[in-house]
């Protein structure tokens, strides 16, 4: 009697050692596939000609505002009475200003050349309006 236990036991950490062996090898094959898709050129950052070239009218004067492209975050400030200008090289392959009147939380997007531009933005009759220039 005791000769059939031990030959169950036998046969159970058997079926167990081959389950856990394949549960490692899949997790093996998994790892190998999905590190196999990553990228092998050694450039980490891809640069872009052009520049941004950016005022902010004194339209603004007594307002906070933020000016993002993408999702990165240039400006984020109550304005003087001055205009403020500031200039941001090109850094994928397509970019949108959006520019946040944090008072009202009120979002103004637009669509910035890919060659990079001079951008103006304006206040009119509490409008925010964004006149851009292709650079030379």
């Known amino acids: ?37 990553q990228s092998k050129n050694d450039d980490k950052t891809k640069t872009f000609e052009g520049l941004y070239a950016i005022e902010i009218a004194d339209s603004f004067t007594g307002d906070s505002l933020s000016v993002y492209i993408n999702d990165s975050l240039l400006f984020n ?9 500031f200039q941001v090289k090109r850094f994928a392959e397509e970019n949108t200003l959006m520019v946040v009147d944090n008072r009202t939380d009120e979002v103004t997007p637009f669509n910035l050349n890919t060659k990079g531009s001079q951008v103006q933005i304006q206040k009119k009759n509490g409008k925010i309006f964004i006149q851009e220039t292709e650079n030379p």
Do not use: D, E, P
């Not at 030959?7 to 062996?21: D, R």
């Open 1 to 37: 009697m005791n000769n059939k236990s031990i030959n169950s036991n036998k046969q159970f950490m058997i079926g167990n050692g081959i389950l856990a062996f394949g549960v490692f090898f899949i997790v093996c094959l998994f790892l190998y596939l999905g590190f196999r898709g």
């Open 77 to 85: 400030s109550t304005l003087g009475n001055s205009s403020v200008k």
